[in-house]
């Protein structure tokens, strides 16, 4: 069975020769570690003469880090990747800047990733003449495409990461508490945001499928370990819909939904699922359980995850790294419909060479006919 | 506790903003300080008890904390307010994750703290500085990650070289925390924002009583 097809045999919820592997997103010290060179980091590289190309770079740069890893899919390009060809940031001050979703960021002190730290969007006028990027901008879908043709050929499914609505739309407002705060005070202006960036998420959506990705991946956080970050009824309210929106663009076009969210997402499961997602990454370890999560509804959804890329990952022996891997197939193996990858992403303290244990652990013990319980 | 004060805790725990700025504006020019924070300090507590019971979720804590700023203000337009204490609050060097650190804050100033809030990634020695210039009583660290956990004996150690470690106490929070954080020379570690926000109470009852 090649990449591809183990891959979508997962999704399918059968049993492939074995368990697949993936991971939604590699950050740019490993890819350094993985190629032995630099490869331009998330923070918009003032000295670069194309940011464009720069981003262009790193996105051919993780796909090949996939396959070099064996992974079965690979993440192709995420919504915040997305810029036009003269895009130039703009920067506040010499730390932080306002990248093209109209975000404030900042390169961390390490400078292995950036965070967001503010939000452009204050007011109703503010929202007037906020324009979020256009997936169907000619120079856009060019960086969407070229990745795309990059690995059409290769035996590695494709995934095309976009937000639905919720995510973007706090960042932009400037934090959670924001626009939790306008869903209470100014409803309409909350609604207007998330519309606004709902669309622009669809957009995506449907410009990935243009460029013929395999599998839409959407990845706004829900929740935090303690719960849902808002409560069911103003999810439902202000969210689900826009979940749904993205569903039904890839259920359209016949490609598979992944769904990701950190944290315990118990209380506002079942709506999740009723979108009709394909699967749901990354049942997050010590949170929710791996092994209820499967018995419950591993007949619905494909599951994906979860080794813990919060210490076993970054710290963890080999003999540690295999132990994690096999609690997984052991815990969510069972009939197939499940594909390894980490709890979150294979981000800047992961040791490469667990990544690489993590993918020789499932092609060893996590070959079907499982010896697993 | 009159019945108006109880209308005031009620529509605090039920997310009521008008009606409850409009008892505490009724009530401000005329009802001791001690009573008015009893009564937001009672709500709070509810609050807190539906979050970790699970019927209220982290959007009924930050609105719960808009409420109680806007009563606030009601209060503090009609009366002087003691300040409970002053807090530094920061997500260590290497951590980028405040999600957490900014629920505790807004907590903290709707119970009366005074709240330096440094952001993320933020090195020892800048905190350890912010805690002299401000003569915090508290020093509260997140940290998600347990790779940038150790931050917070650097922290303890930056007190110290700036001669303030006596004069602070040192309470930590966040995904990678736990009991053995403690090893790192803190004081106290939170399970969940409103821990954090009883053990800041604690404290600052402890520093005000001697």
Redesign the interface.
């Known amino acids: 069975m090649n990449h591809r097809d183990r891959f979508f045999t997962a999704l399918d919820l059968k049993e492939p020769d074995y368990v697949p592997v993936t991971d939604l997103g590699l950050d740019p010290p490993i890819l350094k570690e993985i190629f032995n060179r630099e490869v331009p980091r998330y923070a918009y590289p003032k000295a670069h003469p194309s940011v464009w190309e720069s981003f262009l770079e790193r996105r051919l740069a993780m796909v090949e880090a996939c396959v070099r890893l064996g992974f079965d899919a690979t993440p192709i390009m995420s919504d915040y990747d997305a810029i036009p060809k003269d895009y130039k940031p703009s920067f506040i001050d010499t730390e932080r800047y306002v990248d093209q979703w109209g975000r404030v960021m900042?390169e961390?002190?390490?400078g292995k990733?950036t965070?967001f730290?503010g939000g452009t969007v204050n007011t109703p006028r503010d929202l007037d003449d906020y324009a979020p990027p256009d997936a169907f901008n000619p120079e856009i879908f060019e960086l969407v495409e070229n990745v795309a043709k990059a690995t059409r050929d290769r035996d590695v499914a494709m995934l095309g990461e976009c937000h639905s609505g919720w995510h973007l739309g706090f960042q932009v407002r400037g934090?959670?508490?924001k626009i939790?705060?306008d869903?209470?005070?100014h409803p309409q202006f909350a609604r207007d945001l998330l519309e606004k960036l709902s669309k622009a998420s669809q957009a995506f959506a449907q410009a990935y499928v243009e460029a013929g990705v395999d599998v839409l991946v959407v990845t706004d956080d829900y929740a935090?370990?303690?719960?849902?970050?808002?409560?069911?009824k103003?999810f439902r309210e202000y969210e689900l819909s826009n979940l749904q929106k993205i569903v039904d663009i890839g259920r359209k076009h016949n490609l598979p939904v992944l769904k990701h969210s950190d944290g315990n997402l118990y209380?506002i499961l079942d709506d999740i699922i009723e979108t009709g997602i394909t699967g749901l990454h990354p049942i997050e370890p010590g949170i929710m359980d791996l092994k209820a999560f499967k018995e419950s509804y591993g007949k619905r959804l494909c599951i994906l995850g979860n080794v813990d890329c919060?210490?076993v990952l970054?710290?963890g022996t080999e003999e540690e790294v295999r132990t994690d891997v096999r609690r997984c197939i052991d815990a969510a193996g069972k009939d197939g419909g499940f594909v390894l990858a980490s709890s979150n992403s294979i981000h800047g303290?992961v040791k490469v060479d667990n990544v690489y244990v993590m993918v020789d652990e499932a092609r060893k013990y996590g070959k079907y006919p499982l010896k697993s319980k | 506790m009159g019945p108006v004060i109880r209308d005031l805790e009620n529509s605090i725990t039920q997310l009521d903003l008008e009606k409850a700025t409009a008892i505490c504006r009724e009530l401000a020019p005329s009802t001791a300080p001690e009573e008015l924070f009893t009564a937001i300090g009672n709500a709070l507590n509810i609050v807190g008890e539906k979050y970790e019971q699970g019927e209220y979720f982290l959007s009924e804590l930050i609105m719960a904390g808009e409420v109680v700023n806007e009563v606030l203000k009601q209060i503090k337009s009609a009366q002087r307010v003691n300040i409970m204490g002053t807090v530094v609050l920061a997500t260590v060097k290497g951590d980028i994750h405040d999600i957490g650190k900014n629920i505790v804050a807004m907590l903290l100033r709707s119970s009366g703290f005074e709240v330096i809030d440094l952001g993320c990634d933020v090195p020892s020695e800048k905190i350890a500085a912010s805690v002299k210039e401000n003569k915090a009583s508290i020093v509260g660290l997140s940290a998600l990650l347990t790779t940038t956990i150790a931050e917070f004996g650097k922290v303890v150690n930056s007190l110290e070289n700036d001669g303030v470690r006596r004069n602070v106490r040192t309470l930590v929070g966040g995904a990678a925390v736990n009991e053995k954080s403690l090893e790192y020379g803190v004081d106290a570690w939170a399970r969940t924002a409103v821990d954090g926000l009883k053990i800041c109470k604690r404290i600052a009852g402890r520093l005000n009583e001697s």
């Open positions: 900042q961390s002190s390490e990733t965070y730290v934090g959670i508490d939790v705060i869903f209470y005070r935090d370990n303690h719960g849902p970050l808002i409560n069911p103003l209380p919060r210490q970054p710290f303290n």
